[in-house]
């Protein structure tokens, strides 16, 4: 049982961590809203402080959800949560869903306790909660504070959604939780485990790790993971939860390309279980059968997935898949990451030009994200924006992605200067979007 303590110890000493002080936020102005706590020395109160930045989709009239996408512990995870909110393919799913976007940074020091805030018993929950209160005055969302919410995490992240799961089953329509889980078993020095309820097993829960975190590396500073992932998979399955295991074959601790996966897996959920308002009340719609694959002890399916009628092994040793579609992506995903796409992206919109220079905008593709621009001048190529995209733990993309999937800092605009314009002469200028398969939009 020391597999926890081995897990947050390695989180306290890894390298990729930066240095304080907190002070990365972009400027929000709407669509984008901000409010920040300050740290309590109460008891039971949140210990750090912690912003928390949303985002609205546009002339939306009221919302669905509120997507939460939740870093990880130590300094280098927890300022990359300034950049969730500005995340384009994280937008286009709370966009299809009427839900808006949330981003929380808690500004722990290196040194200190993560349990502190990614515990939401001590603290995080309670500021949450508040936060949305006061957002909801902000963005004039009245109906943000009583939402459903989606939840996603990594690391800690994934230990706070898990908790918020087990704490708040009736407001959580999914949870996608990469890398850490909740404790639901005692362990010595380790905080109290967390009860596992009827409600919290109606609530659809995928648990996603990379191979190297304990699966097939057992030397890898994240080998304790797996073991904290079967305790809590196993705990909860065996109770009929719906819940599934998505191993990374290519990573460790770092967040992959699970993002291809988990946005579909995430839409599926929201398509089957959000609703709109009844009765002056949101509320959650029962998730599907859904479909099953039988696991081995390395997390591995024996099966190809199957409708859960169909069925024929032990179900409380079965992976849950909410669609035939996710499950065709899950077996992708598992295998390689290579998620299959055949659908183009979305075409850009409201190219101005201005001079030589050009500005527009675009929506993500749901499957596939954003990988770079074409700009073409009177029919011809004439350049891509970015040249490259940057993402050293998966596909390249237009924004650049950092360990814990969030864009890097400053965000990348949707901007080009055509500095081998004539002067004087009107030129046609055309814009096609890619997505991270190659696809392009109209």
Not at 150 to 157: E, K
Not at 244 to 250: T, V
Not at 337 to 364: F, M, S
Not at 375 to 386: A, H, K, M, S
Request: aromatic share 10%; hydrophobic share 40%; with cysteine.
């Amino acid at each position: 049982m020391r597999f926890f303590a081995a897990f947050f110890v390695a989180l306290a000493n890894s390298a990729f961590a930066q240095q304080p002080p907190y002070d990365l936020a972009p400027e929000v102005r709407p669509p984008y809203y901000r409010v920040r706590h300050e740290a309590s020395v109460r008891p039971g109160e949140l210990a750090f402080p912690v912003s928390f930045t949303l985002w609205v989709p546009p002339g939306i009239t009221s919302l669905r959800g509120v997507i939460v996408h939740q870093h990880g512990c130590g300094e280098g995870s927890c300022k990359s949560g300034f950049s969730g909110a500005f995340d384009l393919h994280w937008q286009s799913l709370a966009l299809k869903h009427n839900c808006a976007l949330l981003s929380p940074v808690y500004e722990q020091p290196e040194k200190a306790d993560c349990q502190l805030w990614c515990d939401p018993r001590r603290g995080s929950d309670v500021a949450f909660q508040q936060a949305l209160k006061e957002l909801s005055v902000i963005c004039s969302q009245p109906e943000l504070a009583l939402v459903p919410w989606v939840l996603w995490g990594h690391s800690g992240g994934g230990h706070w959604a898990g908790g918020m799961v087990l704490l708040h089953p009736d407001r959580v329509a999914a949870a996608w939780l990469r890398s850490g889980v909740p404790p639901i078993q005692a362990v010595e020095g380790r905080p109290t485990p967390y009860p596992i309820s009827e409600a919290a097993c109606a609530v659809p829960v995928m648990c996603n790790l990379g191979s190297k975190e304990g699966v097939t590396d057992l030397t890898n500073r994240f080998a304790g993971v797996w073991p904290g992932v079967k305790i809590f998979f196993k705990a909860m399955r065996a109770k009929g939860a719906l819940i599934g295991i998505a191993i990374d074959p290519l990573t460790s601790h770092e967040c992959g390309n699970q993002r291809y996966l988990a946005i579909p897996w995430l839409d599926a959920c929201l398509t089957s279980r959000l609703r709109s308002k009844t009765n002056s009340k949101w509320t959650l719609m029962p998730a599907p059968k859904g479909w099953l694959t039988a696991m081995n002890e390395e997390g591995i399916a024996a099966l190809e997935p199957v409708s859960a009628d169909k069925f024929i092994g032990l179900k409380e040793r079965s992976i849950w898949l909410p669609t035939a579609a996710i499950a065709q992506a899950w077996s992708e995903y598992v295998k390689g990451t290579a998620v299959i796409d055949t659908t183009p992206p979305p075409t850009p919109r409201n190219l101005r030009v201005k001079g030589n220079q050009l500005n527009w905008e675009a929506t993500a593709d749901i499957e596939s994200g954003l990988a770079q621009f074409i700009i073409e001048r009177d029919g011809q190529f004439l350049d891509t924006v970015p040249e490259h995209g940057k993402n050293p733990y998966g596909r390249p993309v237009f924004q650049n992605l950092q360990y814990s999937d969030t864009p890097t800092l400053p965000l990348v605009p949707m901007h080009y200067i055509d500095r081998t314009a004539e002067v004087g002469k009107r030129h046609r200028y055309r814009v096609i979007a890619v997505n991270t398969v190659g696809l392009r939009s109209k």
